[in-house]
């Protein structure tokens, strides 16, 4: 079975900058596709950016305008979220989630991920 696990989150100040990770373990990890998703609180989940395992980028809602950047290092079946020029409002815990059916492209929405990890949280405060 597929698994996801979150780590990199934590609390930063306004402007700074997080690099979170999502490392993926089990059968064919190392083809999955990782998607990274955001809840804020009181709000639903929202799609921020997808990467394949053939370096397929796909940005859903809530991409961070400019802001997020999607990275992958297959030899570690990982997936990086850099989070730059963090505001207040991007205050959410995070999750990744993994597909392989839509190999070797992202799944074009939330509802085709399969596996999912426990999320980790990011406060951007002063």
């Known amino acids: 079975q597929l698994q996801l696990v979150e780590s990199g989150g934590g609390s930063v100040q306004p402007g700074g900058s997080l690099r979170l990770s999502c490392a993926a373990s089990?059968?064919?990890?190392?083809?999955?596709?990782i998607g990274w998703f955001r809840q804020a609180p009181g709000k639903e989940r929202v799609g921020i950016l997808c990467?394949?395992?053939?370096?397929?980028?796909?940005s859903y809602a809530d991409s961070g305008e400019g802001r997020f950047a999607i990275s992958r290092d297959n030899a570690k079946n990982t997936v990086y979220l850099q989070l730059n020029s963090l505001k207040p409002e991007d205050t959410a815990v995070y999750y990744c989630a993994g597909d392989l059916i839509n190999f070797p492209h992202c799944p074009p929405s939330e509802a085709a991920f399969h596996s999912w990890g426990q999320g980790t949280q990011v406060t951007v405060s002063s």
């Open positions: 089990g059968p064919n990890a190392n083809s999955v596709a």
């Open positions: 990467l394949s395992s053939r370096n397929y980028l796909t």
